[in-house]
């Protein structure tokens, strides 16, 4: 497994991680404790970090015309699909 790759799949458990947190704002299904915490801190903070990151790596990449193989171009554009709205939070 290459970086690029390991990286993308970190950024999607982040990115799963950002919508648990985001619908734990509105309907408590985790219980509270390390668990809770775990999951919020993952989706507020190294969700947006590590997504920001791997999106701009990817970007570079493609505009190189260099990116490795062994990414699945679902994980690419759903990892950029959570991009938008975490952009959109974060500038707000």
Do not use: E
């Amino acid at each position: 497994m290459n970086k690029l790759s390991f990286w993308h799949k970190l950024a999607f458990i982040a990115n799963i991680c950002w919508l648990l947190t985001w619908i734990l704002k509105y309907y408590v299904f985790i219980p509270k404790g390390d668990l809770q915490s775990t999951v919020i801190i993952t989706g507020l903070v190294i969700a947006n970090i590590v997504n920001g990151f791997v999106n701009l790596w990817t970007g570079f990449l493609l505009s190189q015309r260099k990116l490795p193989a062994g990414i699945p171009g679902w994980l690419m554009i759903t990892n950029f699909i959570f991009l938008i709205p975490q952009l959109y939070l974060f500038f707000k």
